[in-house]
């Protein structure tokens, strides 16, 4: 199978069977695939999901000088927060889960690779809960652990796969969309997702998704061009499919 990401790994969660991998020991960057143990970090302190967070300059994307549309002044929930962050991959949303931390974003990077030690991800290191900093990294190998200790959280699973959310900015009532165009198509079963973008990271997804009935973990890192990662992601799918299909046939 030919995918256009420069490293991959496709695993069958049921058995810990791999079914395809392309350097699933390369140590890349992992762009806004850190969210997701943003995410984990945040809800394993346990906090007020109610508490209402606000956006401050100190949220602001000073790495990347990236444009939010959450604006200084913003005034939302700890769980709207962490839903934009992970469905539209809001830096600022991020950037403010870590800063409304206890001792604040430098104890919440911290947090960050305790857990991943604890996940026994010994080719990940985070920088920044965002993602938006190239030393934050990881290998397909990791990142499939990473995404099954993910999905037993009901909120990342909930949020990583809705399609579109409002919320008011000042006043404003804003729709955000999620970042994979997958989970708006409903011949997929997604589980969870998270896609990644930096210069230096390419274009990235990691998805659950059940296809032939059957939950895969899919990890996809350093695809270049605007389409490629849906393209491998599809790829994948048809593959699976017919290589299905194949064995059907061959076992009638």
């Not at 695809?223 to 017919?242: K, L």
């Amino acid at each position: 199978m030919a995918l256009k990401s420069s490293a991959a790994l496709v695993m069958d969660e049921a058995t810990g069977a791999v079914l395809f991998a392309k350097n699933p020991g390369a140590v890349l960057p992992i762009a806004s695939i850190s969210k997701l143990m943003t995410a984990m970090v945040m809800l394993d302190a346990k906090p007020d999901m109610n508490q209402v967070l606000t956006i401050t300059g100190d949220d602001v994307d000073k790495i990347r000088h990236s444009r939010s549309r959450l604006l200084v002044g913003t005034r939302l929930t700890r769980e709207d927060m962490l839903h934009l962050a992970l469905m539209s991959s809001e830096n600022r949303a991020a950037y403010a889960l870590s800063s409304n931390y206890p001792g604040g974003r430098p104890a919440f990077v911290a947090a960050m690779n305790r857990k991943a030690q604890e996940l026994g991800l010994t080719q990940t290191h985070f920088d920044d809960p965002t993602g938006l900093t190239a030393t934050d990294v990881s290998s397909p190998r990791d990142l499939v652990k990473m995404v099954i200790a993910a999905q037993k959280y009901p909120l990342i699973h909930k949020f990583t796969t809705s399609a579109e959310y409002e919320v008011s900015v000042l006043g404003h009532p804003t729709i955000f969309h999620n970042t994979n165009s997958l989970v708006r198509n409903s011949s997929w079963d997604i589980g969870l997702s998270k896609t990644g973008f930096i210069n230096e990271a390419g274009k990235c997804l990691v998805m659950q998704a059940r296809l032939n009935k059957k939950p895969l973990i899919i990890v996809l890192l350093d695809s270049y061009g605007r389409m490629t990662r849906v393209g491998d992601a599809i790829r994948i799918r048809r593959w699976v499919e017919s290589a299905s299909v194949a064995q059907r046939l061959a076992a009638g």
